[in-house]
């Protein structure tokens, strides 16, 4: 399958087969946007900041002030649950609801926002569809911009630089090894996030569901599946 210059979204790299093809202006933006933002470090040396964190943690945990099982816990909520259940219910509203759909996909943040799910790392919003013949991938190549409000912390692994790299260099190859094929003849497009602007997958809704209710719906939706790096009902 061929694809030309025209067709690639600003800001997605778009995968055919072995071939690769990357706007050069939204990558120098995207570089721009890193490079002025003072909360994300391009390196995996941990910031004084987290430094400091990591000190009072460890000074409260040997006063026997803070419990690692509670801290983890909560870490947890935060990365797994509270989060990545906001965006399911975001999915699933727009797989029920063709109008919202519609607002989601024309202004990420505003519809989004119509949830109540806003503020810090979910400033600026911008979701990409899933479809028969279109997968997408997000990632932070330079560090880990993330959108929190929907999606909760990131991931251990979006953080990684082997992640980081890999997703534009063999986006096939790193889904592959997360446990999702993605055939060559569907399109695959590599969403660079930055401080300004970060992206929510909408995955493909499940065939075979029809019937379920939003809530019931919402409950397919998973984390991966709106970073890209699944497919539901397809993959871990």
């Not at 880990?144 to 692994?157: D, E, H, N």
């Not at 190859?173 to 300004?196: F, K, P």
């Amino acid at each position: 399958m061929s694809t030309s210059r025209r067709d690639i979204p600003a800001g997605a790299a778009v995968v055919t087969g072995a071939s690769v093809a990357t706007d050069s202006a939204q990558a120098e933006d995207s570089a721009s946007s890193h490079d002025h933002d003072p909360d994300h470090g391009h390196s995996d040396v941990p910031s004084d900041m987290a430094l400091r964190v990591k000190s009072l943690e460890s000074l409260l945990v040997e006063k026997g002030v803070v419990d690692p099982a509670a801290l983890d816990a909560v870490v947890d909520i935060y990365e797994n649950k509270v989060g990545p259940r906001n965006g399911s219910k975001v999915v699933a509203r727009a797989w029920i609801d063709p109008a919202f759909k519609a607002r989601l996909l024309e202004n990420g943040t505003s519809a989004i926002n119509e949830f109540g799910f806003a503020g810090w790392q979910g400033e600026d919003m911008v979701v990409v569809e899933n479809t028969p013949t279109v997968h997408n991938l997000v990632v932070c190549t330079l560090c880990s911009c993330y959108p929190w409000p929907v999606l909760g912390l990131p991931p251990t692994w979006y953080k990684s630089m082997a992640y980081r790299s890999r997703a534009i260099i063999d986006p096939r190859g790193v889904l592959r090894d997360m446990g999702t094929v993605v055939d060559e003849d569907i399109e695959l497009r590599v969403w660079d996030s930055t401080a300004q602007q970060r992206y929510l997958v909408l995955p493909e809704r499940p065939d075979g569901t029809e019937t379920l209710g939003e809530a019931e719906l919402a409950a397919l939706v998973t984390r991966d599946s709106m970073i890209g790096v699944t497919r539901l009902g397809v993959g871990r």
